[in-house]
């Protein structure tokens, strides 16, 4: 029957949202279990939000058919920035750029639609105060989106002692941050470099870490990853300029690395007109961003190449990104020389273990929640596969399905 998994502590998973008693029946062509396993021909049962069962074999019965599809966990995006959008005039939205709260908030809401129908159904979001409420309304099933972990305003001025940092993060966690998030180095339209000092990061990640939150740390320069793993930071996000040596001694402190592989470039060259002329979206910015994608890419095959380093997915989607998360994967096979399977093993079980949620997401296996995927063709082989998603449900709940609704209908949605 139900394997019950720990009890969800998180504000950000709640219980189920639509909690259907008849199980569903999900008939998959092809099973990716998150994990690296593959099984062909295979069950999936759906109770109250959580898998009940995955058997081997397709049997006959009401669900849904997704026997030509191949079926995968949700995707974990473990860095994408919902708040960020194209305003009224087409331009990024800045604060005082005359678009109101309530346009703000639809917006976001339509970046949330667009990443969760894409298949991602776990994001984190480092971070912006607006957050809150989105996280909480997607978890009420108030609004369709993925899971959102938010670490609120993030940590980036240099000016504060550790004490006040210190204050900082214990804030943050009574305002309802489920991790902090922190700059440890400039933005790389900036040039990169270390900005808080180790004292700086031991005191944040120090305290963060006593207060039972994790901490990501933007962090390009090689000396800025060095310091903040020092600190005992969880995840270091960007990393353009790793070098070998960091990168083994992240992985010989267990610390989680996010690169980009190249969307969130990609996306700011894309709409430069869009970006351009708004604080270091200037010349040398977008100059420094042209020469990091190559950049990007050596570092990506730098960190794959460092033994036992634990490499999560996370793709910055900003504004022009939400929605086209998968391009990020598509380029870390394509560019990157990444197998795919492990590709989405880093997108699914990998990224939910990062986040703390090894137990409860990542995984097609009984008593994991129900957040589920189907895409046209074998992702493992062909990684574009992802692009082609035909099936998402979260928590058990159906939010895109494009082909034939099920005979009988089993209130799944
Ligand atoms: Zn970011």
Known sequence: MHTRVAALTMLSLPAVLAAQTTPVTIRA???IDGHGGVIENA???????????????????????????TVLPGLIDAHAHLSWYFNRSGRYHTPNDGDTPVQSMLA??????????????TIQSPGSPEDKDLRDFIANGGTPGPRVLTSLQPISSPRFTPDS????????????????KVFASQSIRDGGTQTLSQEQLDAIC???KAQGLRTLVHAHSAESMRASTLAGCTQIEHGVFATEEVLKLMAERGT??????????????????KYEGIGNYNEAGFAAMEKAIPLAVAAL??????????IVWGTDAVAGAHGRNVEDLICRVQDGGQPPMEAITSATSLGAEALGLGNQIGRIAPGYQADLIAVEGDPSKDITAL???????????????????????????
């Open 29 to 31: 062509g092809r099973l």
């Open 43 to 69: 069950t999936i049962v759906v109770q109250e939000g959580r898998i009940s069962r995955v058997d081997r074999g397709t049997s006959r019965g009401t669900g849904y058919d997704l026997s030509h599809y």
């Open 108 to 121: 976001m809401t339509a970046n949330a639609f667009a990443t969760l129908t894409s298949g991602v159904t």
């Open 165 to 180: 940092l210190r204050e900082i993060v214990r804030r943050r966690k009574a305002d309802g941050a489920d991790f902090i």
């Open 206 to 208: 120090g305290e963060a």
């Open 256 to 273: 989680y690395f996010d690169p980009q592989c190249g969307l969130v470039f990609r996306n700011y060259l894309d709409n430069r007109a």
């Open 301 to 310: 095959k730098r960190a794959r190449a460092t033994p036992g380093l634990k």
């Open 387 to 413: 692009r082609r998603v035909v099936f998402v449900m979260k928590g058990g709940r159906v939010y895109r399905w494009d082909g034939e609704r099920p005979a009988q209908s089993t209130a799944s949605n």
